[in-house]
Each structure stands twice: as C-alpha cells, then as structure tokens.
C-alpha cells in the first residue's frame, strides 16, 4: 500500500521515473500475492497497477509500454465477474489515441 500511495505522490509532482519505480514495485507485490491466493480480488489489484502504470508511460511519452499495460489489465478485467475498471481503461486509452494524433 505504501508504494502505490508514493506513486500516486510521484505522479502527481511529475516524478514520472520514480512513479514508474513505485507502481512496478505494487505490481510485483500484487502477482506474488495472486500467486499465493488466486482469487479475483487480487487479480484486480494487479489490473489496477496496471492502470496507473499506463499513465505514468503515457506522461514518459511510452506509448507502446501504456498499450501493453492497458491490454493486461483489459484481459484482468473482462475475465472478471465486473467492470469497475472500464471507465478508466477508455479513459486511458482515448488518451494514448489523442497522444498519436497529427496536428
């Protein structure tokens, strides 16, 4: 918890490498601890990480990192019984769009 709040932190003052640092750290976590009790709760967890770190490679300005994790925590999220994280997910990804548009 405490890496994915100093992420969150590091996001928000524009520390995008230390941001990145800390939500690869929560991700690391998340999967041993999914490795430990497969449930889905903890699967959304690591769906989340994922999240967060395809906006801090959105701000890094790599894209094709932010599509990769966008697409990871898509599978995690259509395999689960909700869809809390959609909004998100569009939101994310309709960002990655308006980053490759020509002026």
């Avoid at 769906?47 to 959105?58: G, K, P, V």
């Avoid at 994790?69 to 259509?78: D, F, P, R, T």
Wanted: glycine fraction near 2%.
């Amino acid at each position: 918890a405490t890496s994915y709040l100093w992420g969150k932190v590091h996001l928000e003052c524009k520390q995008y490498q230390q941001a990145k640092t800390m939500f690869n750290n929560c991700l690391n976590m998340d999967r041993m601890t999914y490795q430990a009790d497969p449930s889905f709760e903890h699967n959304r967890d690591i769906a989340e990480d994922y999240e967060w770190l395809a906006r801090t490679y959105l701000e890094l300005g790599e894209h094709d990192n932010a599509i990769n994790c966008v697409e990871e925590a898509l599978k995690i999220n259509q395999s689960g019984p909700d869809k809390e994280h959609s909004q998100i997910l569009v939101a994310v990804s309709y960002t990655h769009l308006r980053a490759h548009e020509t002026p």
